[in-house]
């Protein structure tokens, strides 16, 4: 009789090839469920995120030059609760060790340029060849087909091309980017979706999957939630600021020590609102009877929260819109969600810690899904590069430690 699982993903190996965010993002989310994910990295240099400033090491956090204990603070974030392993995937033998890793793995999980894995010969056939079980998912900025499909990208140029800026900013003023790094974040959760549903499906089938995720299609997906062609054609601008172009007062107002954000939408709520800052007054004003005069008088709308909402701290505002049951919240600033008692209180701000048990004093997001069943939470620090080598290669793989020094010399590892 087996054992009762512990994780979700207990049982799950990942192979995991990617770099940067989008994909060690999704890898992460795994490894907090459960999977054993197994980071192969450059020998020598590893994900290009270890040469990131700052660091932190046994010195602390700094900017300057870095140690070979020294570990960037992005790659301590982004790659939490994994192996790393070294491998050169150019080499013949470094091929043979990945073909035995792919046939005792699960998942494998690459964010290389198109073409990549063909070069190395480690396509969706020959993977399958090796391994009829396994789940193959690939990041790119444009997917592995279509006419952008050799293009370069990063966050900055799938906001671009994703009309994630074109709605992003003021209505005269420049398309700008979301603050989060979305552009990476959002496919990285559709890869993780996808990689759920095809280990599910593979319950039933006994067969794996080829999971194809264009970062510029997530974005898209994402802005057309909204009515935005309809914006277009009336030549109603795309970039609301912090409006909402279906509701009014939709946005963040200022205070004497802020700015509070309120969201009022019905026409109820709107009458609740205005007897809540006393201006009862402008219930019978033809501007803001219904919602879609309040949309064609928006500036007015917002001229008079403001005017009310500029002489109260965040607070007193708050205190008169919430008894009135209000939509309404401060907006934070980063130090101020740092101390947020309600993040606090679910586990969200951890410390991150280092792999030689360094205390770094720099604070990371916890995993934020909650089971009632069983638990899921990042197991551990990021890695040291290589530091679970000969863990994988003579316990996983079975090779001698004579073979591990032979690779060592070799360069292969």
Not at 56 to 66: L, N, S
Not at 92 to 98: A, H, I, S
Request: with cysteine.
């Amino acid at each position: 009789m087996e054992a009762p699982i512990k994780k979700h993903l207990q049982g799950v190996r990942v192979i995991d090839l990617t770099a940067w965010l989008a994909g060690p993002f999704l890898t992460m989310q795994m490894a907090a469920m459960g999977a054993e994910v197994i980071k192969i990295e450059r020998p020598g240099s590893g994900d290009p995120t270890r040469a990131s400033v700052p660091f932190a090491g046994p010195k602390g956090v700094g900017f300057g030059e870095k140690t070979p204990q020294d570990i960037s603070l992005i790659n301590l974030k982004r790659n939490r609760g994994k192996k790393s392993i070294t491998l050169d995937l150019k080499k013949e033998r470094g091929k043979e060790v990945f073909r035995m890793l792919v046939a005792k793995g699960d998942v494998v999980v690459e964010n290389f340029a198109p073409g990549t894995m063909e070069s190395f010969g480690f396509d969706y056939a020959a993977l399958k060849a090796i391994n009829p079980r396994v789940i193959f998912c690939s990041i790119a900025g444009y997917g592995q087909s279509g006419p952008y499909r050799d293009l370069t990208a990063f966050d900055l140029t799938i906001q671009a091309t994703s009309g994630m800026m074109a709605v992003t900013g003021y209505p005269d003023g420049p398309p700008l980017r979301c603050g989060p790094w979305i552009g990476d974040l959002i496919p990285a959760l559709y890869g993780l979706a996808g990689v759920l549903a095809a280990l599910a499906s593979r319950e039933k089938t006994g067969c794996g999957e080829r999971i194809d995720v264009s970062m510029q299609d997530c974005g898209f997906s994402m802005i057309m939630d909204e009515a935005l062609d309809l914006l277009v054609a009336r030549g109603i601008p795309t970039r609301q600021g912090n409006r909402n172009p279906r509701a009014v007062p939709w946005s963040t107002f200022p205070t004497r020590d802020g700015n509070v954000a309120i969201c009022a939408y019905t026409n109820d709520q709107w009458k609740v609102f205005l007897k809540a800052i006393q201006r009862e007054d402008c219930l019978t004003d033809p501007r803001f009877r219904n919602l879609e005069d309040r949309l064609e008088n928006a500036a007015e709308v917002e001229a008079l929260v403001t005017e009310w909402s500029r002489n109260l701290s965040s607070q007193e505002a708050m205190r008169v819109l919430r008894e009135k049951r209000i939509p309404c919240d401060p907006v934070l600033e980063v130090k101020e969600v740092l101390d947020d008692p309600q993040l606090k209180s679910r586990g969200m701000i951890q410390e991150l810690t280092h792999p030689l048990g360094v205390p770094t004093g720099v604070k990371a997001a916890g995993f934020p899904i909650r089971f009632s069943e069983l638990p899921a939470a990042y197991p551990g620090p990021a890695p040291m590069l290589g530091q679970h080598n000969e863990e994988v290669y003579m316990k996983i793989l079975g090779f001698s430690r004579k073979e591990l020094e032979e690779m060592e010399k070799e360069g292969v590892i």
